[in-house]
């Protein structure tokens, strides 16, 4: 069983963040697979099915970002869960727009859901999936918190799909083929 996480915030307010591009991910595999993301519990909403032949959960936390750890600390107890058995998937502002990062392990990089998520696992190997929103040229919790535009939201289509694959694959294979398929992704537009 695999537990995949998409980090974002709840509400209404933060559709469409660079902060919630994770929220988007969550909501693709959903529509992909088949998998209604309509339970609450565990401090966020969930949905259980399948990719392939292995079941997964897709979680979103409704705590808010810099408690992510809470709500995903809850779900690997009740279920169960090695942290080599989360996925989780969140926005990096040291990638471009749209391009893909993939690591087995690593330290926050200074995002405040990645802390948390160590925190309250106690490690830091867990699988992740970086989705570059790009660089900040303004204050940092106001470009985070910002909408995308219409033509990042373009972009970004490409990646949300490349970022479903990749989880595909991790489930398929595992997370050394995924890194080295997906790494570095970045759409191919010629605009």
């Known amino acids: 069983m695999f537990l995949i996480v998409g980090l974002g915030n709840p509400?209404?307010?933060?559709?469409?963040t660079r902060h919630n591009i994770g929220f988007n991910v969550i909501d693709n595999i959903s529509k992909e697979y088949n998998i209604d993301i309509n339970r609450e519990k565990f401090k966020g909403m969930y949905g259980e099915g399948f990719i392939g032949n292995t079941k997964v959960i897709l979680l979103k936390p409704t705590?808010?970002?810099n408690l992510s750890g809470e709500s995903i600390r809850e779900v690997v107890d009740f279920y169960k869960i090695t942290n080599e058995q989360i996925i989780v998937i969140y926005d990096d502002i040291s990638l471009d727009i749209g391009r893909l990062r993939l690591r087995e392990k690593g330290s926050a990089g200074g995002h405040?859901?990645?802390?948390s998520i160590i925190a309250h696992l106690g490690t830091d190997i867990f699988p992740r999936i970086k989705v570059g929103v790009g660089q900040p040229d303004v204050d940092l919790v106001k470009y985070v918190l910002g909408k995308f535009t219409k033509e990042e939201m373009d972009i970004l289509k490409f990646s949300i799909d490349a970022s479903t694959k990749a989880v595909e694959e991790i489930i398929k294979s595992d997370v050394k083929q995924a890194m080295n398929k997906y790494n570095g992704f970045k759409p191919n537009l010629s605009i």
Do not use: L, P
Request: hydrophobic letters at 25%; glycine letters at 16%.
């Open 11 to 16: 509400g209404i307010q933060y559709e469409n």
């Open 63 to 65: 705590t808010y970002m």
């Open 112 to 115: 405040n859901g990645i802390k």
